[in-house]
C-alpha cells in the first residue's frame, strides 16, 4: 500500500541534543512538507522541498534543518537552537499541483 | 495577509442531527480548498476537496462562496465518530508556501 510514513511515533530528548526525524513516502510524490502543530494552535510550516536536492524555508524554519537527497525521504533535524522544540511533528507529501496533502502519522517530541 | 478563519467551537451537537461550519479566507486569488478531519492526537486526513459547483460525499457536503469568501462543510445525520477537529485549507497557488490551514473547529457529537 502507498503512503507516507514517519518514524519514531514518540521521541523524548534532553535540551541541548539535536535529534532528527524521519519521512518517507512511497506515493511518488514531489513535494514534500513539514509541519509543527502545537496545542490549540494551527499547523505552521517549517521547510518544504518539491524536487530532489532543493527545500525551502516555511514560516518558522530557525532552529531546524532538512535534506532532500532521494525523492522518498525527507528528514528533520531538530537542532539545539530550536528554542521551543516539544511539538507534534507532520510529514505530508503531494504532487506539484494544487493537489491536497498526505499526511505521515506524526512524531510527538518532548524536550526536557 | 493570507488569513483563514475557524470558529474554534466547540460546537456540542445531538447525534443525527445536522452542523454546519465555515470557513472565511482573505485571499481572493485563492485557488483550492479542502476540509481535513484531525483526531486528537492524530494527523489530518482528507475529508473532501472543495469545488466551485459544490460536493458530496454521503453524509457530507462542501460548497465554495467565492463572491463572499468563505467555504462551508455540511454534516447530516451525524454519528458518534464524526466528533473530531476539522481544518480548512486554502491554497493560493504556487507551492507549498501557498497552502494555509485554518485552526480548526471542534465538533462533539453527543448521544
Known amino acids: 500500500d502507498g503512503g507516507i510514513t514517519q518514524s519514531p511515533k514518540y521521541l523524548f530528548r534532553k535540551e541541548g541534543q539535536n535529534v532528527t526525524l524521519s519521512c518517507e513516502q512511497n506515493?511518488?510524490?514531489?513535494?514534500m512538507y513539514w509541519y509543527r502543530q502545537d496545542p490549540g494552535q494551527g499547523l505552521r510550516l517549517i521547510y518544504y522541498?518539491?524536487?530532489?536536492?532543493?527545500?525551502q524555508k516555511g514560516d518558522i524554519a530557525e532552529g531546524y534543518s532538512v535534506s532532500r537527497e532521494k525523492k522518498e525521504s525527507f528528514p528533520l533535524t531538530v537542532t539545539s537552537a530550536q528554542k521551543n522544540p516539544t511539538a507534534f511533528y507532520l510529514c505530508?507529501?503531494?504532487?506539484?499541483?494544487?493537489?491536497?496533502?498526505?499526511f505521515g502519522n506524526g512524531t510527538r517530541l518532548t524536550v526536557t | 495577509r493570507k488569513e483563514v478563519e475557524q470558529d474554534p467551537g466547540p460546537f456540542n451537537v445531538p447525534e443525527g442531527a445536522t452542523v454546519a461550519f465555515n470557513c472565511t479566507y482573505s485571499n481572493s486569488a485563492s485557488q483550492s480548498f479542502f476540509w481535513y478531519r484531525q483526531d486528537c492526537r492524530k494527523e489530518p486526513k482528507l475529508l473532501m476537496s472543495?469545488?466551485?459547483?459544490?460536493n458530496e460525499d454521503g453524509r457530507f457536503t462542501a460548497q465554495l462562496n467565492r463572491a463572499s469568501q468563505y467555504i462551508s462543510l455540511l454534516i447530516r445525520d451525524s454519528k458518534l465518530s464524526d466528533s473530531a477537529t476539522y481544518l480548512c485549507v486554502v491554497n493560493w497557488g504556487g507551492g507549498a508556501d501557498g497552502l494555509t490551514f485554518g485552526k480548526g473547529t471542534h465538533l462533539i457529537i453527543q448521544p
Open positions: 506515493l511518488n510524490h514531489d513535494a
Open positions: 505530508a507529501s503531494s504532487n506539484i499541483d494544487n493537489s491536497p496533502l498526505h
Open positions: 472543495v469545488y466551485s459547483s459544490g
Open positions: 522541498s518539491q524536487i530532489v536536492n532543493d527545500f
